[in-house]
């Protein structure tokens, strides 16, 4: 697996929406998602992780204190990318785990 954090979309908008939003794009056994995921701004991401299980992608990272955050939450865009994924996966899940503390 791959991974590039993209950066932050939206940081005007305190609204959290329809979050997280996925989209998948495959091509020549390679599989790409976009997550778009509703963030405290300032947070740092960390460790991207995925494994699959009962034809569900989970997808996931973590986030960090970096120094100052904003109360209101930004869109924080990231890529995955996969190649060979099984085609039994029908579904894809993203979730962010929060630490208080850099590791």
Do not use: W
Not at 6 to 26: A, N
Not at 61 to 72: A, I, N, P, R
Request: with cysteine; proline share 5%; hydrophobic share 35%.
């Amino acid at each position: 697996m791959t991974f590039e954090h993209l950066g932050y979309g939206d940081l005007s908008s305190c609204g959290f929406g329809e979050y997280p939003i996925i989209k998948r794009t495959d091509q020549d056994q390679v599989t790409t998602i976009l997550v778009r995921a509703s963030v405290p701004c300032g947070l740092e991401v960390r460790n991207p992780a995925h494994y699959a299980q009962d034809g569900v992608l989970h997808l996931s990272y973590e986030t960090h204190f970096t120094g100052s955050v904003d109360m209101c939450n930004c869109e924080y865009q990231s890529v995955f990318t996969l190649k060979g994924l099984p085609e039994s996966i029908a579904a894809i899940d993203f979730t962010e785990h929060f630490f208080d503390s850099a590791p």
